[in-house]
């Protein structure tokens, strides 16, 4: 059964599944829809055209839902999807998207976002993501699956980070960031692959040597990058791990590609 605490603010309006438990002090919007099994632990503020997926837990003073903080915006009906089975820790902020970014946040399934860390408008984040805390994306940022991001990061907008990337603790992206990559410093720099990530991940010897390999050629200091990774394309057209990163590299993007120094 669902339970609301005698001192929580539920719009009658709002849409809660089975099994939601809102502790103290939360406050829930009018347009909200929270899933079965979704727990708001206390002092949660969600609001705005809002859906929250099945069993996520959302902890103290997290704000979600708010209008987008982007001047550009002027009250479209724009929304904020989160998936399922996230874990959304104190203080965290996502905002709702724009018309300028397609009127949607997506937020995938399996993520966790430690305290303080923050989800600009029209960000799209896949599954099993892992924010550190104070982790900073701003809008229209786009996140593949499985990348982990270290405390106190932050990336700037319109920035793409492709699958089982690693970004550094304390660093600054304002650049692309291939699959598998792994980035460090302020303004963050490629400093190869994401190693530690992709044997925990279960690829196997082969699969990585193939991905050094490439990556190695992709990156050498001879030649124009361009020419780099078509000669890649051609001689790994049958390892779709070596693709998956010449596909992003190929692909159209408002951000320069993060590079090694």
Same mark, same amino acid.
């Given at each position: ?10 719009? &009658? ?10 502790? &103290? ?15 708001? #632990? ?25 209008? &987008? ?24 902020? +996502? ?22 860390? #923050?989800?600009? #408008? ?17 809008? #229209? ?18 920035? %793409? ?49 193939? +991905? ?13 990058? %361009?020419? %780099? ?30 590079? &090694?120094?």
């Amino acid at each position: 059964m669902t339970e609301v605490h005698a001192t929580a603010i539920v719009d &009658p309006k709002a849409e809660l599944a089975g099994d939601v438990k809102i502790g &103290p002090y939360s406050v829930v919007g009018p347009d909200v829809k929270l899933g079965e099994g979704v727990v708001l #632990h206390s002092h949660v503020v969600i609001v705005g055209r809002t859906t929250v997926g099945a069993r996520t837990q959302i902890y103290p003073f997290a704000s979600i839902g708010q209008p &987008p903080q982007d001047l550009k915006y002027h009250g479209e009906p724009s929304t904020l999807e989160i998936g399922t089975d996230n874990l959304i820790r104190e203080y965290v902020t +996502m905002n709702a998207g724009t018309e300028g970014g397609g009127m949607v946040t997506r937020v995938g399934s399996h993520g966790t976002f430690l305290a303080s860390c #923050h989800v600009g #408008h029209d960000c799209t984040i896949g599954d099993h993501v892992i924010l550190s805390n104070t982790t900073l994306l701003a809008g #229209h940022c786009r996140v593949e699956d499985f990348v982990i991001f270290g405390g106190g990061s932050a990336v700037h907008q319109f920035v %793409r980070v492709g699958r089982h990337a690693f970004i550094g603790g304390a660093s600054a992206v304002e650049s692309d960031v291939i699959p598998f990559g792994l980035v460090v410093g302020n303004r963050a720099s490629l400093m190869g692959l994401n190693l530690v990530g992709l044997k925990r991940r279960g690829f196997t010897r082969e699969q990585i040597n193939a +991905m050094r390999d490439a990556y190695g050629q992709i990156f050498a200091a001879e030649g124009a990058l %361009r020419d %780099r990774v078509a000669a890649v394309a051609e001689r790994f057209a049958g390892n779709p791990d070596v693709m998956e990163i010449v596909n992003f590299i190929q692909a159209a993007s408002d951000r320069p590609l993060c590079t &090694p120094r």
